[in-house]
Each structure stands twice: as structure tokens, then as C-alpha cells.
């Protein structure tokens, strides 16, 4: 399949803009972004025809919210998202022959996670290339999980408008291969409430309760405390940043004492 054209009508549309308007949407075609994505490009092993695509795949939606622009990054988000997700299938598919669809989806569902992605992001120094709308920025976006790895599936999306389904299947398979050995060696992020319900479902016939216990802390930095009761007995407070990272290690605590401690 040709790549698509959309990449060459984004640009073509912007060059007949105004020198303001091109600046807005693509504020990084300087000579020092254009250094800067030409080393990124070196140290990642990609290669890219169109340096203008590249950087869009960068451009967070906080952008044209601030500039009024309606060129962003999540079009291509889109496009590697799905992408995305028929490679890691293809690799799940021809390399784990002996695991049934339940297990491979259940595999999928954690290697395609945004807590995996915004990881893999972060070692790519996608974090360092973003670029964001001022509020954006001010709040701390570049650390954001979610906008790590909406960039990583919207570099993805590049990479396969750029180079075509081979190049973009390389990518993936250049990080997903480690992170589906991850999982098979149990050395990724587990989700312990999910482990932890489906214990207590099958043990007690009952779901385990959450319980707020309290929050402290400024408004911009809260701290978040939770316990969780599993068949009469409450685990923790842990906590978090926000109530599902603190349910997440409550529920940590729960599953470790009732069955890793028990194994």
C-alpha cells in the first residue's frame, strides 16, 4: 500500500498560510528543532523523508486550543493507534503459538497500556521533544502519561504515512518484543486490582470495597489514601497522587498478603 498523501496536503497547506499562521502550527522548523529531530532521528534508528511530519506527531492538541489551530497530533494519534495494535497482534500471533486468544488479548491489554507506552516514550526522550500549548506546559504535560503515549502512537502513525507498514512495523517490533518478554517473565506493571478482583471473585464470590480514608495535602499536589476490604478483612491505606493510583497499591498490599504470601 502507498503511503498515504495526507502528510504532503498538511504541509502544502500550511506553506500557503501566512508566515504567523505557519509559525503557529509548526513553531519547531527552526534550524535548532530541526537539529534537534535530525539527532533524535540518529539515536532511534527511524528514518523520515519529511522532518515537517515528524514534528507534527509531536504537537499536543493544547496547541491549537491556544492558537486556534486545528492541526495537531491527534489525527496521526488515530492512524498508530491502530497500527499499534496489528503489530503487537502479529507478534503475539506468530511467536505464541501454544497461548489461546484469552491469553494473548490479556497480553495485549498490558503491553499496549499507557502506562507501557508513556514508559517506552520516555526512553525515546519523546518527553524532551513535545510541544505544547503554555497552560500545558505549566501543569507539568511532559511528564503526563497520557500525552507520552498518545505521542508515541502518533509517531507511530508518522513513521507509517512517512516510510510505509514495513518501517512502521519495525518500530514497533523494535520495543514491543521487549515488553511482550516482559510480561511473560512477569517483570511489567501489574494491574492489582484487576488480580486482586478476580481472586476474590473466585474465592469469596464478592468484589473487594474501596474506601477513601483521607486527602492531604495542597491542591496542586494531593495525596490520596485508600484501603480496601477483601471478604472482611481491610487492607493498607496506601497512597497515590490520585484515588486509582492509591486503589492500585491498596490493592497491591491485599493481593501480595492474600496469595504471593501464600505461595
Known amino acids: 500500500m502507498k503511503p498515504s498523501k495526507t502528510p504532503t496536503n498538511i504541509s502544502s497547506h500550511s506553506r500557503s498560510s501566512s508566515k504567523s499562521r505557519n509559525a503557529a ?123 507520552l503515549a498518545d505521542a508515541l502512537e502518533a509517531l507511530i502513525g508518522a513513521v507509517y504515512l512517512d516510510s510505509g507498514y514495513k518501517d512502521a512495523f519495525n518500530f514497533v517490533s523494535s520495543f514491543m518484543k521487549a515488553e511482550i518478554e516482559k510480561v511473560l517473565d512477569h517483570r511489567h506493571f501489574q494491574d492489582y486490582k484487576s488480580l486482586l478482583q478476580e481472586y476474590s471473585q473466585r474465592l469469596f464470590k464478592r468484589y473487594p470495597e474501596y474506601r477513601l480514608v483521607k486527602r492531604s495535602g495542597p491542591e496542586h499536589s494531593r495525596i490520596f489514601w485508600m484501603d480496601v476490604t477483601v471478604n472482611g ?21 491485599a493481593y501480595e498478603e492474600l496469595v504471593v504470601g501464600r505461595e
Request: hydrophobic letters at 40%; zero cysteines.
Open 25 to 147: 502550527v509548526y513553531p519547531a522548523l527552526s534550524q535548532e528543532r530541526k537539529k534537534a529531530l535530525t539527532a533524535f532521528l540518529k539515536t532511534s534508528g527511524i528514518r523520515f523523508k519529511s522532518l515537517e511530519l515528524l514534528n507534527l506527531s509531536f504537537v499536543h492538541r493544547s496547541v491549537s486550543n491556544e492558537s486556534g489551530e486545528k492541526v495537531n497530533n491527534e489525527r496521526l494519534e488515530f492512524l498508530g493507534d491502530a497500527i499499534l495494535g496489528a503489530v503487537t497482534a502479529d507478534l503475539l500471533y506468530k511467536n505464541l503459538e501454544d497461548r489461546p486468544e484469552g491469553d494473548m488479548a490479556k497480553i495485549k491489554s498490558i503491553v499496549v497500556s499507557e502506562d507501557v507506552l508513556s514508559a517506552v516514550a520516555l526512553e525515546h526522550q519523546l518527553d524532551t521533544l513535545l510541544i505544547l500549548g503554555r497552560g500545558e506546559e505549566l501543569s507539568g504535560g511532559r511528564t503526563k502519561k497520557t500525552i
Open 233 to 253: 478483612t481491610t487492607y493498607g491505606p496506601a497512597t497515590g497522587k490520585n484515588k486509582k493510583s492509591a486503589e492500585q497499591e491498596a490493592a497491591k498490599i
